[in-house]
Nanobody
Framework: VQLQAFGGGSVQAGGSLRLSCAAS????????MGWFRQVPGKEREFVAR???????YYADTAKGRFIISRDNAKNTVYLQMNTVKPEDTAVYYC?????????????????WGQGTLVTVSS
């Protein structure tokens, strides 16, 4: 299984960025996909999750600003980040979870991408 996240970069506060994560080696539609982020010295933090059928769930910090979506035909999950803030600066990771239960702990996700850095300047 491979998950490859890309689309990170530098953006000014208030701007937008879209992250993508391409998956291979798994039955993509059977997995819920999540986005997490991590800054140095802190634990990996849940951002958003989408089930195989498209039901979404967000962390409070992402609600109203970020949109998670997926294209099962392309084996790809997206994170549209809008109205970004400096505190959104982190390495963003995509992950796959075979459970149908909404789970936000990084420890239960089965597969992980390599991460993509998002830097938001004020």
């Amino acid at each position: 299984v491979q998950l490859q996240a890309f689309g990170g970069g530098s953006v000014q506060a208030g701007g937008s960025l879209r992250l993508s994560c391409a998956a291979s080696g798994l039955t993509f539609s059977s997995y819920a996909m999540g986005w997490f982020r991590q800054v140095p010295g802190k634990e990996r933090e849940f951002v958003a999750r989408i089930s195989g059928s498209g039901t979404t769930y967000y962390a409070d910090t992402a609600k109203g600003r970020f949109i998670i979506s997926r294209d099962n035909a392309k084996n790809t999950v997206y994170l549209q980040m809008n109205t970004v803030k400096p505190e959104d600066t982190a390495v963003y990771y995509c992950a796959a979870d075979s459970s149908g239960v909404v789970r936000t702990s990084a420890y239960v996700y089965h597969f992980w991408g390599q991460g993509t850095l998002v830097t938001v300047s004020s």
